[in-house]
Nanobody
Framework: QVQVAESGGGLVQTGGSLRLSCTVS????????MGWFRQSPRKEREHVSC?????????WYADSAKGRFTASRDNAKNTLYLQMNSLKPEDTALYYC???????????????????WGPGTQVTVSS
């Protein structure tokens, strides 16, 4: 069974930075493209960024994340990262990670079917 554990969230001021981590077990991590998602109250979960499997040479970003967020992965540690800079109040959300079906430079598919979502990590940006 795939298990994910997100961490690194917190409370920061506008303009601040955070680095999120996601540790994955129960699958051949290196082989899977991975995605970051977020959900704020009264909104549906949305894609933030996705990174291809293996060397992670393909990365997709939502328009809201472009130029501020950087996704990366360390396959030796089964860990996915999201460096978030220049944070804004609208970035406030619960952030999740999950394996996804496909990623290219212009799109990222949904999380794999039957994904067992982790607890997420809360990011709160104060104005």
């Amino acid at each position: 069974q795939v298990q994910v554990a997100e961490s690194g969230g917190g409370l920061v001021q506008t303009g601040g930075s955070l680095r999120l981590s996601c540790t994955v077990s129960g699958l051949a991590f290196a082989d899977y493209p991975m995605g970051w998602f977020r959900q704020s109250p009264r909104k549906e979960r949305e894609h933030v960024s996705c990174i291809s499997g293996n060397d992670g040479d393909i990365v997709w970003y939502a328009d809201s994340a472009k130029g501020r967020f950087t996704a990366s992965r360390d396959n030796a540690k089964n860990t996915l990262y999201l460096q978030m800079n220049s944070l804004k109040p609208e970035d406030t959300a619960l952030y999740y990670c999950a394996p996804v079906g496909h990623v290219s430079s212009w799109m990222c598919s949904d999380a794999l079917p039957d994904t067992a979502w982790g607890p997420g990590t809360q990011v709160t940006v104060s104005s």
